[in-house]
């Protein structure tokens, strides 16, 4: 009993907290609000904590790396294995929603009803202005927000990358660097004492505003999503840990994925999930090198509950309108639209919708709906967007170090 406190102690006030957290929401409805600054103490936090978390990792990370082609070799895995398992995920929502129409014609007077007609948003999107705002920003303050993190990760492999290049000039630097990281991951642990909580809290207020949301005619999508996400997380994802390191890579991997589940459910954002989905990474045996350069990038280019979130969309419009479209433009614009959400709660995938709308060529009036279905199915999607970086770094690790990474010391 010792040992099983000892080991899974952590997951279990987190699940504690936000169980208590639920129940509180289900009894008070909106009026577990009330807790509301409790909850928000702790995901200001970790969203204080996720610029320089970001910056130190990776530079971090880069500066520890022994060869350049070490690095290399990640960076076209990491590619290789994003690539892959977004594609993937766009499959299963394009099969799941062709199996199960998303509207029935009896329910489509009812969801146009809920559209502004006369909407004035400008749906229209410049793909590559919108790209070069993701990747730079006009101003070296502007880094500092996680409202920026592509650009952001950018430059932390730059910043890792030119400090290795400065060799012995580099030395002083990149030992400030490591300490910094090593304070700034003591200052997570810290955080992390607040989480059963503060988690709690946030859970509780979250339940007692969106409970009854879902009983906006949408129920069926989220129902479809929830069980397309259950079976993402304990089947495909159980396959890649097992395809990465076996019978040992799926055990690890089940032991140590409870907390960045258990966070990204509660807190519905997966930057706020970067520190304790690294740490779980690692003690699943992947190398610090490559869970702390994997997870973090996976933030913004790797969110498969996010790509399948986006095909979601696109089907529940195509039935709505009575419209076609074939699969590899479901695909590209998935994941192409999955690219433009930020990693924050609830509203984080705006531009996004209006990407979709304007690719698409469905009426700005739609974009209410995509909001509706975005707030639904959130959070199953955020746990997806944080546990497939897990998963992603166990395949990444098994590309790069071989099939026995999971033994070798570190």
């Known amino acids: ?76 895995r990491i590619l290789i294995v994003f690539i892959i398992m977004s594609v993937i995920a766009a499959l299963i929502g394009i099969v799941s929603t062709k199996l199960f129409k998303l509207v029935n014609p009896s329910d489509t007077n009812s969801i146009l009803e809920l ?53 012995e000039k580099g030395k002083k630097v990149s030992e400030f660097i490591l300490s910094l990281n090593d304070i700034v991951l003591n200052i997570v642990k810290l955080i992390m004492y607040y ?44 396959f890649y840990a097992f395809i990465a390191a076996g019978k040992k890579g799926l055990k690890n991997y089940w032991k140590h994925i409870l907390t960045p589940t258990l966070t990204a459910l509660a807190t519905c954002s997966s930057a706020a999930c970067i520190p304790v989905n690294v740490t779980s990474t690692t003690n699943m045996g992947v190398s610090k090198d490559i869970a702390e350069t994997t997870i973090p990038m996976g933030t913004s280019f790797h969110k498969d509950g996010s ?19 074939d699969i590899w433009t479901i695909i590209g614009v ?4 999955t690219l433009l959400i930020t990693a924050v709660p609830v509203g984080g995938g705006t ?37 497939g970086d897990s998963t992603a770094s166990l395949l990444v690790g098994r590309l790069t170090d071989g099939k026995n990474f999971l033994n070798e010391k570190r």
């Open 1 to 76: 009993m010792k040992k099983i406190w000892k080991n899974y102690r952590s997951t279990m006030l987190l699940l504690g907290g936000i169980l208590l957290g639920a129940l509180v929401g289900l009894l008070f409805k909106e009026k577990a609000q009330v807790l509301t600054p409790f909850g928000d103490i702790f995901i200001n936090l970790m969203f204080v904590v996720i610029v320089p978390l970001i910056f130190l990792t990776i530079s971090s990370a880069i500066i520890k790396m022994k060869s350049p082609k070490r690095l290399g070799k990640i960076m076209s």
């Open 115 to 167: 559209l502004d007609q006369n909407s004035t948003i400008d749906t229209k999107v410049n793909v590559l202005q919108r790209t070069a705002s993701l990747l730079t920003v006009s101003d070296f303050s502007l880094l500092l927000s996680k409202d920026n993190i592509i650009a952001l990760l950018l430059f932390s492999i730059l910043f890792g990358l030119a400090t290795r290049m400065s060799q």
């Open 195 to 238: 989480a059963p909580f503060g988690l709690g809290c946030y859970f509780a207020s979250l339940i007692g505003t969106y409970g009854s949301t879902i009983a906006l005619g949408f129920f069926k999508t989220f129902i479809l999503y929830t069980l397309v996400s259950l079976f993402v997380y304990f089947i495909v994802y159980s």
């Open 307 to 325: 790509v399948i979130g986006s095909v979601f969309k696109v089907m529940f419009l195509v039935y709505l309108f009575n419209t076609s479209t």
């Open 334 to 337: 998935s994941i192409l639209a």
């Open 351 to 387: 531009i996004s919708e209006m990407f979709i709308l304007s690719l698409m060529g469905f009426p700005a009036a739609a974009l209410p709906i995509l909001t509706v279905i975005a707030t639904v199915i959130d959070a199953p999607a955020t746990v997806l967007n944080v546990v």
